[in-house]
């Protein structure tokens, strides 16, 4: 039986990709000004630019059962089983909502993964197992890969104010350092679903310097990678971090984009970071 991939807009896969294999997504909630709107489908990270300051409050919301029905019915009646791959559960219901939606659609073969991740931890999950099911593995050949993958995929991301995540309840072990950065920019990682606070670095020029320090200690300087460089605003870092990872690692596949409006929110403005992929 063919399979299919369904993930949440939380993945921060590009859409060019999110279309050439094939993968469904499921968009999350983004509210503000007493509006929801669907995260990609209605609203994009450009949109957010003027009201990413400080004044305005954003809500993030699960994406509906519906959603997940309709892509699980839809799969269902083209024959598909199904692997829904979504954002870390210590960060988000998604994975909850998932599995409900699951029990609601009688007889659709449907496996929900937790990622543990978020971004592109959790894109990159999404993206090779996609790629995967497309030369043809089957479904258990599928998830076999997943779980492989999951402690090879690293997260190391520097936040120019803690206070968006605050916001968002999605701090986690990195609360204890909130009200205390003063001049410093935090630069942490997500292990296991959780946030981490990893550094602590003064002064912008030194941050793309620790974040690829960071990176050698998860895979060392050589190893093959692939990676997406990630920013909210902040193109020049991150074309900066591209370069210097791409002189430090054997990179088999690299990009740099904008995160997604859910992630961007949580984020804010100057943000910068990689999630990659260690290839063996």
Sequence with gaps: MPVRIVTDTACDLPEELVQRHGIRLVPLGLSYNGRVY?????????????????????????????????????AQAAG??????????????????????????????????????????????????????????SKGEVLALIQELIPRVHLVFALHDLMYLHRLGRLGKAQAWLGTMLETEPILSCRGGIIEPVARVRG???????ILELCA????????????????????????????????????EIWVQPMGPVVTVGAGPGTVGVAFLGCE
């Design 38 to 74: 669907l995260d990609r489908f209605e609203i994009n990270t450009a949109d957010l630019a003027a009201r990413l300051d400080g004044n305005t409050r954003f809500t993030v919301s699960l994406p509906s059962m519906g959603a997940f029905m309709r892509e699980y019915r839809d």
């Design 80 to 137: 598909h089983s199904v692997i829904s791959i979504h954002v870390s559960e210590r960060l988000s219901g998604t994975c909850q909502a998932a599995q409900v939606a699951k029990g609601l659609v009688s007889g659709a073969d449907v496996t929900v993964v937790d990622s543990g991740a978020g971004t592109m931890g959790e894109g990159w999950l999404a993206l090779e197992a996609a790629r995967a099911a497309q030369r043809g593995a």
């Design 204 to 210: 912008s020029g030194r941050v793309v310097k620790r």
């Design 217 to 252: 200690a998860r895979v060392p300087a050589g190893g093959r990678i692939k990676a997406a460089v990630l920013h909210t605003f902040s193109e020049d870092r991150a074309l900066q971090l591209r370069e210097q990872l791409e002189r430090m690692y054997r990179v088999e």
